[in-house]
């Protein structure tokens, strides 16, 4: 996400920063510059065009030729209007006073609404908020049935009809055994088509007016650019929806949607699809998205996705261990799992500052932890939790159990070594000064 649009803008600051003097001419050529990244990422012309006027119209200013940083002031009134350009602020969704929400998913077919309905009813899930989902796309072959199957997976409740029930209601009804059932959240799942037409939207409206949703949340597929930002002008017109979700962002999307839907519309986006699981769905903060592009990093977003991949008590039991110096290979083997709930590397390096520019050209393969625990898992419980035992005749039986070699498991064994001296270390170098914090979680 932003890969290309990223190294685009830092070819120009690197430049700028070079500069012995910024003047009005080598402002210009830098605006050029980014307005062609911006345009080869699917900015909308209209969107790009007036961003970087904004910052032009700062950018000259004489605050910024005179400072002794100009290349550095250029950057910040990027990211500021960066920000702004993205919403400036998060927007959760709107909860209604008197329970269930109603929230409306629109969209065309295969943007993604299905899923993301299923992974709208985890979050709330997992923040104490029961959820029921409503099949209403009765069109598509298999739809309701795959909402049922989501929801079984995620053990959250689907309401559906017979075939030849009319949508506006199933919505209707839906929403009122959400309400019988003391649903906090009601997510209705409707139809899509594969082009707008008048019947598709005739129909949303009517499930609109039927139900009076408080979040009508248009669903775009990121992958689709401009196309994505013109079908989402043509829903808000007729449906007024409250806000975005944008899919597929972890795909080979440009991000042109993203920089360019709000603009267009004026409504927030409020989360972003980043992978196929059903936990993969991001709420969307635009300060946080512009110093991603501007490869700044997202501490923020890692440490959220830290917290929810380690629970706090099974934190609070490895850092104790660590305390007592007792950390053991089951307990590394804890946080590994914890790791990859976390998401692919290549998400998690992108929100590490200035990982991607050292890392540029390494191959981040999410297959080294599939060989981590494959040598782990092949030790005994003895061998896990007493590591010094681990003679040659052991490790080559771990070798042969985990296929690999017996070179990958001494470096494993080594590296294992000394992050349990350095722990050793950090704890008693610190008497009295509270407990050593692990890296996930607690």
């Known amino acids: 996400m932003f890969e290309r649009l990223s190294e685009r803008f830092d070819e120009v600051f690197r430049r700028l920063r070079g500069q012995g003097k910024i003047s ?11 307005r062609r990244s911006l345009l080869e990422a699917d900015v909308n012309y209209g969107v790009a065009k007036a961003f970087i006027q904004r910052v032009k119209d700062q950018a000259i200013g004489r605050d910024v030729l005179k400072s002794l940083t100009p290349g550095q002031q250029v950057i910040k009134i990027v990211h500021d209007e960066l920000v702004a350009l993205l919403g400036r602020e998060s927007q959760p969704v709107r909860l209604a006073d008197l329970p269930p929400t109603v929230i409306m998913l629109v969209g065309l077919q295969g943007c993604g609404k299905t899923t993301v309905g299923g992974k709208l009813a985890l979050q709330f899930k997992s923040h104490g908020r029961p959820a029921l989902l409503v099949a209403a796309d009765v069109y598509r072959p298999a739809a309701v049935e795959q909402l049922q199957t989501l929801g079984a997976a995620i053990q959250v409740p689907v309401f559906s009809q017979p075939p030849g029930v009319d949508p506006v209601a199933i919505c209707s009804q839906g929403v009122d055994e959400g309400r019988r059932t003391n649903r906090s959240v009601v997510i209705m799942d409707t139809a899509g088509r594969l082009s707008i037409d008048e019947a598709m939207m005739d129909e949303l409206v009517r499930i609109r007016e039927a139900t009076k949703p408080h979040e009508i949340l248009f669903v775009a597929d990121g992958m689709l650019g401009q196309d994505a930002v013109e079908t989402a002008r043509r829903f808000h017109e007729r449906l007024a929806f409250t806000g975005v979700i944008l899919t597929k962002m972890d795909g080979d999307a440009r991000g042109g949607a ?94 590490i500052p200035g990982a991607n520019k050292a890392l540029k050209g390494v191959q981040v393969d999410d297959r080294a932890f599939r060989q981590t625990e494959a040598i782990i898992r092949s030790m005994t419980r003895q061998e896990r939790r007493q590591p010094h035992i681990l003679n040659g005749s052991r490790r080559r039986r771990i070798a042969s159990g985990s296929g690999t070699t017996v070179q990958d498991v001494n470096r494993l064994v080594k590296q294992f070594q000394m992050m349990q001296k350095m722990m050793k270390q950090m704890n008693r170098a610190r008497p009295g000064r509270g407990r050593v914090r ?5």
Not at 24 to 34: G, P, Q, T, V, Y
């Open 438 to 442: 692990i890296p996930f979680g607690g």
């Open 258 to 351: 993203a920089l360019s839907i709000r603009e267009v519309t004026g409504k927030p986006i409020k989360f972003l699809g980043t992978g196929e699981k059903p936990q993969d769905l991001e709420p969307f903060h635009p300060d946080r998205m512009a110093s991603r592009i501007l490869g700044m990093g997202d501490i923020l977003s890692l440490v959220e996705r830290a917290e929810q991949a380690l629970e706090r008590e099974q934190a609070e039991r490895i850092e104790e261990r660590l305390r007592r110096e007792e950390f053991t290979f089951d307990d590394f083997i804890e946080q590994l799992e914890a790791v990859k709930k976390m998401g692919p590397l290549d998400q998690l390096m992108s929100m």
């Open 24 to 34: 009005e001419r080598n402002i210009d050529d830098a605006l050029r510059e980014i």
